[in-house]
């Protein structure tokens, strides 16, 4: 019953490329291609509930507890009890990358297209306070993203009418800041779990003035069935696929263009997308009932197979 939220989300990205392009005739005529791109990507964030979220479960029961009413529930959160569900965070990180490609003119018929880029990535986490949580959450190499594309045209009859043309190139997208802001201390949330003794909410929250806090040390009304439970309990070490890959997909096309008048052309083209792996966050719950997110490719690792609550072990299809 008190659900008020303030709300300030800041993303910012900053692009800068720079490249030389110099030719070579032999064997047809090269044109060479090469670069570097620059890429920041930041987030700034503070959202979320001004006080505590208060829940009544007038008559029931949890675990087989409760007071006289039921219970009620007060949602909080580590950094200030006094309020309830948070995102709060500064962030940005410096994406490298680099590519090189040739145009190669074989005759006047055939062009081929080949080339290849790569990129340093690293994925911040949201915490700043804590020394034995690293700043980086998951880092990528130059090796680990190399995207080679290749391509070609061909004029089938040297008149310009009839083109053929087909590609195939690996694709990797960059990580997005969602999911380490909510996995990697960007979201803070706990739940506190109470009997319900009275029927004037007014006086539930009245002895934790503040908030709740962890350790008991202002108990509110009622007495504690459970709690707190970290529902963004930050976790990296062991709860991060070890051979994490980055998300990646490839795409095949080809295709035959006629040109029927100087304002008219006719096409087919056929292509075929692939998604080679997805990075998901994977709930799962600790000894204490905190929820705890795995950071995974599903279907591969970690996240090959996954357990239901009888513990029988089911595979997970590639994503």
């Known amino acids: 019953f008190t659900n008020n939220s303030v709300e300030f989300d800041k993303q910012t990205r900053a692009y800068f490329q720079t490249d030389a392009t110099f030719y070579v ?60 569900f948070t ?77 053929a043309y087909g590609s195939w190139g690996i694709f990797y997208d960059i990580f997005k800041l969602s999911m380490p802001r909510g996995s990697w201390g960007g979201d803070k949330w706990l739940e506190y779990y109470y009997t319900l003794d009275t029927y004037d909410y007014n006086t539930l929250l009245a002895p934790c003035s503040g908030g709740p806090k962890p350790d008991n040390s202002n108990p509110c009304a009622g007495t504690r069935i459970r709690g707190p439970i970290d529902f963004r309990h930050v976790s990296l070490e062991g709860y991060i696929e070890p051979d994490l890959k980055p998300m990646k997909s490839q795409e095949v096309s080809f295709g035959i263009d006629h040109q029927l008048s100087a304002t008219m052309a006719v096409g087919v083209r056929y292509v075929h997308k692939q998604l080679d792996y997805g990075i998901e966050d994977v709930g799962q719950l600790d000894a204490d009932q905190n929820e705890i997110y795995l950071i995974a490719n599903p279907g591969f690792g970690i996240a090959s197979t996954v357990y239901d609550v009888e513990g029988n072990i089911y595979t997970t299809p590639p994503y």
């Open 87 to 163: 995102t709060d965070g500064s962030v940005s990180t410096n994406n490298i990358g680099l590519f090189f490609q040739d145009a190669w003119t074989v005759n006047n018929k055939l062009t081929i297209n080949a080339g290849v880029r790569t990129e340093q990535e690293k994925v911040p986490t949201y915490v700043t306070s804590d020394p034995t949580i690293p700043e980086f959450g998951v880092e990528w190499g130059f090796g680990k993203k190399l995207a080679p594309r290749l391509g070609f045209a061909y004029d089938l009859k040297g008149d310009g009418r009839w083109k």
């Open 25 to 84: 005739t032999a064997a047809g005529q090269h044109t060479f291609k090469g670069g570097v791109q620059f890429d920041r990507v930041g987030n700034e964030v503070l959202s979320g509930e001004q006080k505590n979220l208060v829940r009544l479960q007038w008559g029931s029961s949890l675990s087989g507890q409760r007071g006289e009413y039921g219970y009620y529930q007060v949602r909080s959160n580590g950094s200030d009890p006094s309020r309830g």
